[in-house]
Nanobody, 115 residues
Framework: QVQLVESGGDSVQAGGSLRLSCAAS????????MGWYRQAPGKQRELVAS???????HYADSVKGRFTISRDIYKNTPSLQMNNLKPEDTAVYYC?????????WGQGTQVTVSS
């Protein structure tokens, strides 16, 4: 069973940048799709960005032009570069990898953006 661990969450001021990383307990040899989700207090978890083969990327409208998803081509884990952060980006961010129709999630990393 692959375990994922996110890192890079922090408290920053609006306009700042962060880079989130996702480490795997073992190399993921193939993936179907990978992505980043977030969950703010009192809200449902939402998809922030995803990456499939191609590469085909998808972003939530709220982060387009500010966030960029990429992957470690050896480990098949995602990273998320977040620029021009806004207070509404405050949430716990989770990475997810779907491999051979199994979903692997991390435990989350907190991102807090102050105005």
């Amino acid at each position: 069973q692959v375990q994922l661990v996110e890192s890079g969450g922090d408290s920053v001021q609006a306009g700042g940048s962060l880079r989130l990383s996702c480490a795997a307990s073992q190399r993921i040899t193939s993936f179907d799709v990978m992505g980043w989700y977030r969950q703010a207090p009192g809200k449902q978890r939402e998809l922030v960005a995803s990456l499939a083969h191609g590469p085909n990327t998808h972003y939530a409208d709220s982060v387009k032009g500010r966030f960029t998803i990429s992957r470690d081509i050896y480990k098949n884990t995602p990273s998320l570069q977040m620029n021009n952060l806004k207070p509404e980006d405050t949430a716990v961010y989770y990475c997810k990898v779907r491999s051979r129709r199994s979903d692997f999630w991390g435990q989350g990393t907190q991102v807090t953006v102050s105005s």
